[in-house]
């Protein structure tokens, strides 16, 4: 059997896009598939896509794009599954998923980790918003054989229009890439963040926190990014994300950070960075919002924070006891590893396409 995955992003770069599937294909070969991935965008367009300015590089990439899935639509006629991750094309109208289902008959999965039928353009892109069409999410799902949702918010939407929707976690390679072999020790205690520039808007509700206690304590907050986030803080440390050295930077951190709002776009959030730190045996501090509450167990393998008291608070707990980091990070470890790993996932992931 033959799929074809239509992916936004190059292979290899975009976290959803790695840790969603694109470590499984070793997995569907071996289970007698053969896959080749399209991605609507190249490296160079993608590089620039966030920055600002660069408009007549990003037109051109887009042209290209949609140039690489006029081509794909003669591609899919000799496919038995298309794999559509988030849509086919960034902008416009879903044409191509209108006839990849109507007119070739073909056996699509919709694949998504965010809720992106809701409005979330980013600023250096705000050009496009009125060419964004947030409302198709609702008709691919529909026209797809099979729908795979990140989390149950997700599936009640996609549940909305279609009946076949299997819950399909982002998950994590505890066995050959987030594996804690040496775990570093360095002098000063750091607290990490990871993720792109369109989260770290995030991490402003709790500057006015690190900002009191850098009054008080020595310590690094480690930002790991594929931009320079815009942070007033003297224990900002900025590291430019690296797939290479990825793991290696995640590992010097003493406790990861996952603050959100409280709205209905992070009920849509698949806890990535939970579930990065948890697998690392680093324990994580987050906001109870949407998933966050079912990936981590207050006072188990990571604490709630509600409000600048309470992150305060765990931040000098778990920087004064040490003892407390490992029993969370040992506790999280293992619950990545029993319910959020590739290993544990696997059954589940090939069931999607099992016709």
Sequence with gaps: ?????????????????????????????????????????????????????NYL????????????????????????????????TP???????????????????????????????SVENKIVT????????????????????????LADYANRFNNDVTLNPTTIDTQELHNPTNYYQGKKFTLGWTGTHSTSKYLNKIVPTLKELEQQFDFRLLVISNQHPNLNLVSLEYRRWNKSSEIEDLMEMDVGLMPLDDDIWAKGKCGFKALQYMALQIPPLVSPEGVNKEIVEHG??????????????YIIKLMNEPQIRKQ??????????NNYSVTSNTVNFLSLFKV
């Design 1 to 53: 059997m033959k799929i074809l995955f239509l992916v936004p992003y190059p292979p290899g770069l975009a976290p959803s896009q790695r840790f969603r599937f694109e470590q499984y294909f070793q997995v569907l070969q071996d289970n007698k598939f053969t896959i080749k991935v399209s991605a609507f965008l190249d490296e160079k367009t993608w590089k620039t896509l966030y920055s600002d300015g």
């Design 57 to 88: 590089l990003k037109i051109f990439g887009v042209l290209r794009g949609f140039v690489v899935r006029i081509r794909d639509l003669v591609v899919a006629i000799d496919f038995d599954i298309i794999f559509i991750h988030r849509e086919a």
């Design 91 to 121: 902008i416009g109208p879903p044409i191509f998923e209108w006839l990849l289902s109507k007119v070739l008959r073909k056996r699509i999965i919709y694949d998504f980790d965010d809720a992106i039928w809701l409005p979330n353009t």
């Design 130 to 153: 009125a060419w964004k069409n947030h409302t198709k999410v609702g008709s691919i799902c529909k026209w797809s054989w099979k729908v795979s949702s990140g989390n149950q918010f």
């Design 300 to 313: 188990i393998d990571g604490y709630y924070c509600r409000n600048s008291e309470e992150w305060q608070s």
């Design 328 to 337: 969370l990070g040992a506790r999280g470890r293992e619950k990545v590893a």
